[in-house]
């Protein structure tokens, strides 16, 4: 019994070690990410240094390459945190807007990734902002950066399977093209509705990027006001119809 009771205490010792050097490790790992982010901000991603991240939290650069082999797994893990913090206020955005009009829904999702571009302009420009020299990110990072626009697929295809959406004739030249953008994205919508969907999404982040990066500077004032008129414009342009009553309010307001 005794014999019993020892062994147990052993294994319960060694489970609470393995516990405690876990929970080190995450919060290790989150104060590297957190110093590494601070430098985003101060000096860009391109100049990005597992040596100076070391010095402010004072470690050596041997115990920081336990957690982070070199300045690429660090870019990695960093990307993959912002493409999920923002897909996460997106989602969060969709599912308060459940029941809504697809447009609705869609101009919810817009707000919120504007929202947090604005809130966290250095972790966007590390996922939408220029390349960073000699990094070229893995296919790690998909599955995260994926679900904003997983999202906006989602809308369209709700309203393609309820009411229908509006679908552009494409040129003969583009066809080939289009195709191919569905079977990959969406295979169950069609290939006019998936060009004119990708086409937006671009447009979205291009309207994000110029008042992030400052150059709505001059031009635009009421940023907001004019952020959704435009993002509400993409959503008609991909065919998603506002309500009878969301038009006419519209109309007004113009």
Not at 79 to 86: E, G, H, L, T
Not at 227 to 247: E, K, T
């Amino acid at each position: 019994m005794c014999a019993v009771l020892s062994v147990c205490g052993t294994l319960c010792g060694m489970s609470t070690a393995r516990g405690a050097r876990a929970r080190a490790r995450i919060e290790v790992t989150a104060a590297i990410k957190d110093e590494a982010r601070k430098q985003l901000a101060a000096e860009g991603a391109a100049k990005l240094s597992l040596r100076a991240v070391a010095r402010e939290l004072g470690m050596v650069s041997s115990a920081l390459y336990r957690y982070f082999p070199n300045r690429d797994e660090l870019l990695t893990a960093l990307i993959i945190d912002a493409f999920d913090s923002v897909g996460e206020a997106a989602e969060a955005a969709y599912a308060d807007a459940a029941g809504e009009s697809p447009a609705r829904q869609w101009l919810a999702v817009c707000e919120a990734v504007r929202e947090w571009a604005l809130a966290r302009p250095h972790e966007y420009a590390l996922i939408y902002g220029s390349p960073v020299p000699g990094y070229t990110a893995p296919d790690t990072t998909v599955p995260a950066a994926s679900r904003v626009g997983l999202l906006f697929i989602a809308i369209v295809r709700d309203a393609y399977r309820d009411k229908g959406v509006a679908q552009w004739k494409l040129p003969a030249e583009l066809r080939p093209e289009a195709r191919r953008m569905a079977e990959d994205l969406a295979p169950d919508l069609p290939p006019e509705v998936m060009v004119v969907l990708v086409g937006a999404w671009a447009q979205l982040y291009g309207l994000i990027n110029f008042e992030v990066f400052g150059q709505f500077n001059r031009v635009v004032e009421d940023r907001g006001t004019f952020f959704r008129h435009a993002a509400g414009q993409l959503a008609h342009h991909v065919g998603l119809v506002y309500p009878q009553s969301d038009a006419k309010a519209r109309t007004a307001g113009s």
